[in-house]
């Protein structure tokens, strides 16, 4: 039987051990990756993980190395225990809590993949850097805990695109499964970062959503580009919030489309600064 509590384990040595014993038993493994400040997004993962898997892992670990703003970091909010309590109502196997060191260790050399494009366009353009980080956590992280399945959210869309980049270069033999984006009352997507928003920012901050469902109802009549430039002026002509991108682009590798004709599946991506806040959200327009 596993257990009814969350078992929290600090030490790569005990999760090893742990992982060996539910593999020597023939239970599948399943990895959901957090930052912890844990919300309905993540705990939708942690059912889906429970539906995909026999044993769930949770990691929580605030990698600053996918930081590229030091403010941001410090910033990042640290709740550990109420995590653990919603893991426990979860129901979720382990909790790891892993320590800097052992993520990276003296002398560890970042896993790196080529990122056919992802690393040039919107996140990859506007956060330098990042997807290094999470490439080289995450591969720490799959390397840790040897799971069958991992899930990540498609809020973090180009995220998502890169893992599986990492995935397919490295053979590494885990599937992955995507989550979708669980929104609050209003659209808002959910973030850990929604708990800095004031109350005025985080009803403000709807627009995004919004804009990305009327983009979708707007695409029959404009070709990407127009569409995109529409979105654009829209959020522009609020003063709450100031946008940092706004594109349409194909799902699979993330490159701009400028005729509806060059894809089977568009989606648009929307990133946007509510004060010191950035919020980012996307929504599939086609099919
Ligand atoms: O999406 C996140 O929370 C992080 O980027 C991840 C995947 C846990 C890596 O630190």
Not at 159 to 186: C, K, N, S, T, Y
Not at 264 to 279: H, N, P, Q, T, Y
């Amino acid at each position: 039987m596993l257990s009814e509590t969350s078992r929290i384990i600090r030490s790569v040595s005990d999760l090893s051990k742990s992982i060996d014993s539910f593999k020597k038993a023939g239970k599948s493994i399943a990895l959901v990756p957090t930052m912890g400040a844990l919300h309905e997004g993540h705990l939708s993962l942690i059912r889906l993980a429970k539906k995909n898997a026999d044993v769930v892992v949770c990691t929580i670990f605030v990698n600053p190395t996918q930081f590229n703003d030091k403010k941001d970091l410090e910033k990042y909010p640290r709740t550990e225990e109420k995590d653990a309590e919603l893991l426990n109502k979860e129901k979720c196997d382990i909790i790891f809590i892993p320590l800097m060191h052992e993520v990276y260790p003296v002398g560890h050399v970042p896993l790196k993949i080529s990122y056919n494009g992802l690393d040039k366009v919107m996140e990859g353009d506007y956060r330098p850097g990042h997807f290094d980080g999470v490439v080289e956590v995450v591969a720490r992280l799959f390397q840790m805990t040897r799971p069958d399945v991992a899930c990540f959210g498609e809020k973090d869309f180009q995220q998502l695109a890169v893992i599986q980049e990492l995935v397919a270069q490295h053979d590494f033999p885990i599937l992955i499964i995507p989550g979708p984006i669980v929104r609050e009352e209003h659209g808002l997507a959910m973030s850990s970062r929604n708990e800095r928003l004031t109350a005025a920012q985080r009803s403000d901050a709807s627009i995004l959503y919004k804009t990305l469902n009327d983009m979708k109802k707007m695409a029959a009549f404009m070709n990407p580009d127009e569409l995109a430039s529409w979105g654009r002026d829209k959020i522009s002509a609020c003063e709450c919030c100031e946008l940092e991108y706004l594109e349409v682009a194909e799902s699979h590798n993330l490159q701009p489309i400028y005729r509806w004709k060059e894809t089977d599946s568009s989606r648009a991506f929307i990133v946007a600064r509510f004060g010191e806040i950035r919020l980012i959200d996307n929504l599939q327009l086609l099919p």
